[in-house]
């Protein structure tokens, strides 16, 4: 690296605002360890949607109340329209995605800021639109896959055809897991293209608390099980609910907000466990780390994930995981001190995977030790790696030779 810090732009739609401020919290956190480096100088360009107010979205939030511009933590950040069109908005998404930020980078320009590369998170639409802003600015530009971004939108043929696209004109690619890196193998990429880098867990933030304390916080007095994520079908919480049929003495605790949160509520009526199901909302970052204390084990059981920062959030508290065994996650659970994977996806695969984690619990210590081996610096010092040789190699591009 330089001894200049690297002016860098962060471009996603994956990024905290104040109407919906957990949203891409993971990119927020990635960016300030390796601002906090000082071998970068870092700003921020998140366009959120704009629709109708009668066509608003409540999983939104009230987007209207997020300025054009403002501080997230020490980071410059624009939040710049762009609109989303019901039925035909994913076919659009990239270029209406494009045109946006287009004109937040070309004011940056203006008044004076400088970039030396993009670098962008989520394939589509966001890194098809920062492919063709750094071809437009002359910029290099690193695109990092994230999950669903890989593992489902390339099943439909124009985004995939984008994908691809994007990936052969970009700088360099990474991806936060090897299972997200085989898919793009898979769509015709070479491998020695893509670079892994893992999420971290800001083991400061995440950390084992009073336990007693944090179970009389919340009221528990038997064995508890802790579900996090947006209330949506892929999630799983619905797995969870139906497995405490088979869980007696069991609790559940469920931190997230969404779609599903009543057809949820239905689920434990019919299931006859309402009275061990408690729905905590979306939680702020202390409150989610008590919830993580006090709880005995974390269950995660999506259908896809990239790389679940809830696993490694639990595991730094000193709580094991019980999770499916889907895309990045066995590289995240990979040790009898981090927990068990399930053997099938639905209820029966969760209560026995419950039980099979409770038949030899590790100590919470054991489990915030391995939690140790994710923190972001080694994530921080291949980002510098990779960002450091891409600007040199594209100026020393024969066509940029002056």
Known sequence: MSATPLSVLTFTTLFPNPARPSHGIFVANRLDKLVASGQVHAHVIAPVPWRPGFLDDPQ??????????RRHR?????????AVIPKIGMRLAPTLLYRAARRSL??????????DLIDAHYFYPDGVAAV????????????????TDLNLIPRYAGPRRQIIWAARNASGLVTVCEALKT???????????????????????????????????????????????????????????????????????????????????????QHHVSDRVRFLGTLDPQRLREAYNAADAL????????????????????????????????????????GV???????????????????????????????EAFDWEPTTAG???LFGRVVAQYRDQPSRAA
């Open 183 to 269: 898919e793009l193998v898979k769509l015709g990429i070479p491998p020695e293209r893509v670079t892994v880098l893992r999420n971290g867990v800001d083991l400061a933030r995440f950390h084992p608390l009073d336990r007693d304390a944090a179970r009389r916080q919340l009221g528990l007095r038997r064995r508890t099980l802790l579900s996090v994520g947006h209330l949506i079908e892929r999630k799983g919480h619905h797995h969870i609910i139906e497995a405490l049929a088979r869980l007696p003495d069991t609790d559940l605790l469920i931190a997230g907000q969404g779609p599903q949160a009543e057809d949820l509520a239905k689920l434990a009526l």
């Open 299 to 338: 269950v995660l059981a999506s259908s896809r994930e990239g790389w679940a920062n809830v696993l490694l959030e639990s595991m730094a508290c000193g709580t094991p995981v019980v999770a499916s065994a889907v895309w990045g996650t066995p590289e995240v659970v990979a040790g009898p001190a981090a």
């Open 132 to 147: 063709r802003l750094a071809q437009d600015f002359g910029l290099p530009v690193v695109v990092t896959a994230r999950g």
């Open 106 to 115: 070309e004011g940056l320009l203006r008044a004076g800021h400088r970039f």
């Open 383 to 385: 980002q510098l790696a």
């Open 74 to 82: 020490d980071l410059a950040v624009e939040h710049p329209r762009y």
């Open 341 to 371: 994977l399930m053997r099938s996806l639905d209820a029966q695969g969760v209560a026995e995977a419950v039980e099979r984690l409770f038949s030899q619990l590790p100590q919470r210590e054991e489990t915030r030790r391995y939690a």
């Open 60 to 69: 939104l939030g009230r987007l209207d109340q997020v300025p054009l511009r």
